[in-house]
């Protein structure tokens, strides 16, 4: 067996560069350069799949392994291509993807860095970079990479029910406890207090405002009469960036009420402000860039949603802690999110660990493993964000933010002079993502108006657009379409209550430039010309995967 594992006194690393080599000779056969899916054939379902495999005694052959990988392969997405405009998912660089992959031949385990050599420096280091960011003293600061947004938002309130009673990571929550987040907020906010036994109904969701932003009286009223209640607050989740709007919350007026709220009730605690950044943490990149002379020459709209959104994440220095997605906006493969809280002894239960200054840390005395949530950890995280950080710079990911705001600023006003596609997402999002309906002629009513019609109205325009999407679904199992857009409830809701579902091109890859835009509006226009000719008809046959439902409710 050893032939599997690298020889420690012949290291030959050509080795492992030869199975990739295969494993992409076999993986590409399926690849079609010029489309965003990886074409598929598999008619199967999960079950019949599984029929086909057992496990051998022999073993079998790396290369009909290879093939099987390959095969299975079919229906994936390369996010790095321009037709990928389905959420928030992003291509990994190229450096991230070989430096976590190499390591992984060492398994440097981020339990503790006696056996990792120096390579939990990387974690401190990235920690330090983003506390540098976000205006706080990384000496004072702590953090550390974990499994997900979600587990970000999970230490969040954990360490917030620290703040209420540090005895109840020994003796167990006591006391009636709630958490706010808003109606905009991801659903694992809730999910989060689930996981903790505070139940994701003490969660209270907070109405917002249309630019999806909190509301702040609503807060207040709803966090006072919590606390007469004899309520306790574990944790405010505010948002720094939501998935398809990319609101971010006013942190800073939020902060305010808090500490109105701890004086006017006398409490012994400070209930946590968390700011849920995994995706708007990377609008930092712009602080101190130059608007007035806008040397990366950022068109008008894109300068102005650049700079607003770069002004309310900056307040998120305010806040006590904030999560960072590096496997969302940073541009790493999965899983790479990280933690980071202004006072670094709220890392740790101070029943069990009392933590080690910034100062006093030295090889072999560093063990996240004391107190975070994982025992074993992956480096994986910490190796790709850092090597991000540093190869892209500051420029760099003004340059892929700037550009993603860039072009889709650019979509938005082809898709809205061809008349046949309304952009519903123009005043109420400062993000990059859009949203818009197919309209059955340039006559059909404004999205914005669907509300006053008859019930049919509405229906017979929200078919029209989901039969598009379906017939493009079609197209792409066809071959014919080269991008792959999704259908969404979006956050919009219609005047009459309802939300009907649209059309969403959510770009993620540099590679998403205007002449992709251009291509694209083209594409689809004329894919929208061939749908009129056969909508009455239509029946969606073959599809890439299960469709999304028709949403109006
Ligand atoms: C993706 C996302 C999460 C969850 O993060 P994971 O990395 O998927 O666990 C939480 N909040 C927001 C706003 C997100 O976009």
Same mark, same amino acid.
Do not use: C, H, M, R
């Given at each position: 067996m050893k032939e599997y594992f690298l020889d420690p006194f012949k290291p030959n690393f050509s080795n492992f560069i030869e199975q990739l080599m295969q494993l992409n000779d076999n993986v590409k056969q399926y690849i079609r350069n010029d489309v965003a899916r990886v074409p598929s054939s598999i008619e199967e379902n999960y079950a019949t799949l599984l029929s086909k495999e057992e496990l051998s005694e022999q073993g079998e052959d790396l290369d009909a392994i290879y093939s099987k990988l390959a095969y299975y392969s079919q229906g994936l997405i390369r996010w790095n291509h321009p037709g990928a405009l389905i959420n928030v998912n992003p291509p990994a660089s190229i450096p991230s993807t070989a430096v976590s992959s190499y390591f992984s031949l060492f398994s440097?385990?981020?339990?503790?860095?006696m056996s990792t050599g120096y390579l939990l420096t990387t974690e401190l280091a990235v920690v330090k970079m983003l506390s540098q960011l976000a205006d706080i003293d990384y000496k004072q600061s702590g953090g550390y990479f974990t499994f997900g947004g979600k587990s970000t938002n999970i230490h969040a309130i954990k360490h917030g029910l620290q703040r209420i009673s540090k005895d109840y990571g020994t003796n167990g929550i006591r006391d009636d406890v709630v958490t706010f987040s808003s109606t905009q907020g991801h659903p694992c906010h809730a999910e989060a207090c689930n996981w903790l036994g505070i139940g994701d109904k003490n969660c209270i969701r907070i109405s917002t405002n249309k630019m999806g932003e909190i509301n702040l009286e609503e807060l207040e009223n709803s966090m006072s009469a919590a606390l007469e209640q004899g309520k306790k607050v574990a944790c405010i989740t505010l948002n720094g960036? !939501? !998935?398809?709007?990319m609101t971010i919350d006013p942190i800073k007026k939020v902060v305010d009420i808090r500490d109105r709220l701890v004086k006017k009730y006398e409490l012994e605690y400070i209930p946590r402000i968390h700011i849920?950044?995994?995706?708007?943490?990377?609008?930092? =990149? =712009?602080?101190?860039?130059d608007f007035a002379t806008n040397p990366l020459n950022f068109s008008g709209k894109a300068l102005q949603k650049l700079q607003r959104q770069m002004k309310r994440i900056s307040e998120i220095r305010y806040a006590d802690s904030f999560g960072v997605d590096f496997h969302k906006t940073g541009f790493a493969p999965y899983l790479s999110s990280v933690y980071i809280t202004?006072?670094?002894?709220?890392? =740790?239960?101070q029943n069990h660990y009392k933590g080690i200054s910034y100062d006093e840390l030295e090889y072999g005395n560093y063990s996240p493993f004391q107190y975070t949530l994982e025992l074993s950890r992956p480096l994986n995280g910490a190796l790709a964000a850092y090597v991000n950080l540093k190869s892209f710079g500051i420029q760099g990911f003004q340059k892929i933010i700037g550009g993603l705001m860039d072009a889709s600023e650019y979509l938005k006003d082809l898709l809205t002079d061809t008349k046949r596609f309304e952009i519903i997402n123009n005043e109420d999002s400062d993000g990059f993502v859009t949203l818009f309906v197919a309209k059955e002629d340039m006559n059909s009513p404004s999205f914005f108006d669907l509300g006053e019609l008859q019930a049919d109205a509405i229906e017979q325009f929200g078919q029209y657009n989901y039969k598009f999407y379906l017939f493009l679904l079609e197209k792409q199992k066809k071959g014919e379409c080269w991008f792959s857009i999704d259908y969404s409830t979006g956050y919009h809701r219609l005047s009459n209550g309802k939300k009907l579902g649209v059309l969403k091109a959510y770009p993620m890859t540099p590679y998403f430039d205007k002449q992709a835009v251009e291509k694209l509006t083209e594409d689809i226009v004329r894919f929208q010309q061939e749908f009129d000719k056969v909508k009455e008809t239509f029946v969606v046959k073959e599809v890439p995967h299960k469709p999304r439902p028709f949403v109006y409710r």
């Open positions: 440097p385990n981020g339990a503790q860095d960036g !939501t !998935t398809i709007q849920d950044s995994v995706i708007g943490w990377v609008w930092l =990149f =712009f602080k101190n860039y202004k006072d670094k002894s709220e890392l =740790f239960d």
